[in-house]
């Protein structure tokens, strides 16, 4: 209960005190304040946080892990609300098809290993509606769900609306290499845009041919998190090993139509969790 309290708290404030990307520049998954922030510090050991469970993001085509701190994966996200969606500009995860490391700055994270084998046209500007990706760059989407009878809406508070309590969380994450072609995948077939099915929030898709997903406990990201700070919060993850194309118009057609998210830019990284005291096992 102390850590749920304490990610419960994390969700809050994030719900309270964001009034947008424009206004707020902290993620969906940072805490909203410095306060916040501390209190989510743990005691370190050898500066990793080790008492606050599995972190993430996590190199996925590695399976070892020490933390086996165990708690209730979350259901299928047909059987779950859809609470938010938001991006990260570059992947917070390394994978298969993922592993170009970008640096270890906020904006850093790996980008998609076919980013150099891009066109000249698929490189073409294409400014918008939605900040801080372009054409070239890797975007990884998450899609956050709830166990809570939510409703979507802005930042992670909207998973744990007041009243629900030890709510399951889960996030299907994709990564994406955007790119300036109408042919490549439209998000807004990706988005929610008040899609119910059977009574629970649900996204139009999410896609399903970029090969298997690694399951795997973890938290929530954000760059304002480390390996000496950690998140409280306890987060199935279901990440894709393969990126896929994304046209960048469709994007902005998302940012400038308004969603409920009020998402109109992409958030910075969390850098990769490497210390095998953060890390649960994959199984």
């Known amino acids: 209960m102390r850590y749920f ?3 419960l708290a994390l969700l809050t404030a994030a719900c309270g005190t964001e009034s947008g990307p424009e206004t707020a520049p902290s993620e969906p998954d940072a805490p909203a304040t410095d306060a916040t922030a501390d209190a989510a510090a743990e005691p370190v050991t050898n500066g990793l946080c080790v008492d606050m469970g599995p972190q ?3 190199d996925i085509a590695s399976v070892s892990g ?3 701190e165990a708690f ?4 299928g996200v047909s059987e779950m609300n859809l609470c938010n969606i938001h991006t990260h500009t ?4 390394k994978g298969p098809g993922f592993s170009v490391f970008v640096s270890d700055a906020d904006d850093g994270g790996f980008a998609c290993n076919e ?3 891009l066109s000249d046209a698929e490189l073409a500007a294409a400014p918008g509606a939605y900040q801080g990706v372009q054409p070239g760059d890797t975007i990884e989407v998450h899609w956050v769900h709830t166990s809570c009878d939510a409703t979507p809406g802005e930042g992670l508070g909207a998973c744990v609306p007041q009243g629900c309590s030890d709510p399951l969380l889960r996030v ?8 300036n072609d109408s042919d490549a995948l439209d998000f807004t077939t990706m988005a929610y845009g008040g899609n119910v099915v059977e009574g629970r929030h649900q996204a139009k898709s999410i896609p399903s041919d970029t090969g298997d ?3 795997f406990r973890g938290s929530t990201t954000g760059p304002s998190y480390d390996q000496s700070k950690c998140s409280p919060a306890r987060v199935t993850w279901n990440v894709r090993p393969a990126c896929a194309r994304l046209d960048i118009n469709s994007l902005h057609r998302w940012a400038e139509e308004g969603n409920v998210f009020n998402e109109t830019k992409s958030h910075g990284v969390r850098q990769l969790v490497t210390a095998p005291e953060l890390l649960a096992p994959i199984e």
């Open 5 to 7: 309290a304490l990610a």
């Open 56 to 58: 993430t993001p996590r």
């Open 66 to 68: 020490l933390n086996t």
């Open 72 to 75: 209730p994966l979350a259901p």
């Open 90 to 93: 570059n992947a917070e995860h």
């Open 115 to 117: 980013t150099p084998d």
């Open 172 to 179: 299907e994450a994709q990564v994406f290499l955007v790119v």
């Open 213 to 215: 997903p690694v399951l």
